[in-house]
């Protein structure tokens, strides 16, 4: 019977929810570990309906003094992670509560920094490895200018990485690796809108056809093979 009034106590009590992103990117804040738990202990305040606990309130959960309370509350606010606002309440009486929305902001534009340079650091890493891969498949280092026309691709035209290797596979399936007929390739497909693998399929089906085992009954007569596209042919 204790063990279940314990229990009954512990779930009225409730829970305080702080987002794991506070957590993770707390430290990148430069924010210290006592600063963090009292923003800890200010959302369990504002979760009990308290929104303007004061050092002693504070004091009175953690082992530190007013005197420390105060310290890390005005170090919060210099740094623009904590204000204060004032509001009405519904009988309309001015009231002054804390509010940790400057920190939630900056703890959102971290994670999306942090989210573009990872993008950002894949794209260049992407961008490398098609330099390597057309090497390869030339069976020779790129020169000065075929190195250029690739980056132009990249920066100039728009091409993802994963649109020019597939312009480079075309190529290579039929038989005419060079960087004029990879350019002509791209030209076509910017014309036509390509931009995604879905897209690049699509195309490449209305020019060749997929190999299929013919029926017995095909063996008897000629079948006809659709040659690959030649992008260098003239279009209009």
Do not use: C
């Not at 030339?138 to 597939?166: K, T």
């Not at 030209?187 to 897209?199: G, L, P, Q, R």
């Not at 299929?212 to 690959?228: A, D, G, L, N, S």
């Amino acid at each position: 019977m204790l063990q279940d009034e314990r229990l009954r106590i512990w779930i009225e009590q409730g829970n305080v929810s702080i987002s794991q992103l506070f957590f993770q990117n707390y430290k990148q804040l430069d924010i210290r570990d006592l600063d963090a738990m009292l923003i800890m202990h200010m959302t369990s305040f504002k979760s009990a309906h308290n929104d303007f606990p004061t050092p002693a309130d504070f004091a009175n959960r953690m082992d530190l003094t007013e005197n420390e309370i105060s310290m890390i509350l005005q170090r919060l606010m210099q740094r623009g992670f904590l204000q204060i606002v004032q509001s009405r309440d519904e009988n309309g009486v001015l009231f002054e509560a804390f509010s940790l929305q400057p920190l939630w902001i900056r703890l959102t534009e971290k994670v999306v920094m942090k989210t573009e340079e990872v993008e950002e650091e894949t794209q260049k890493l992407d961008e490398g490895e098609i330099f390597k891969l057309f090497e390869q498949e030339f069976g020779r280092f790129l020169s000065p200018m075929e190195s250029e026309s690739i980056s132009m691709w990249l920066d100039e035209d728009g091409h993802s990485v994963e649109i020019i290797r597939a312009a480079l596979k075309e190529a290579v399936l039929a038989q005419k690796v060079s960087l004029r007929y990879i350019d002509r390739i791209l030209f076509e497909w910017k014309k036509k809108n390509v931009k995604s693998m879905a897209d690049v399929e699509r195309h490449a089906k209305s020019f060749r056809t997929v190999g299929i085992r013919p029926t017995e009954q095909e063996k008897t007569v000629k079948v006809k093979r659709v040659p690959f596209y030649n992008w260098l042919e003239e279009r209009d």
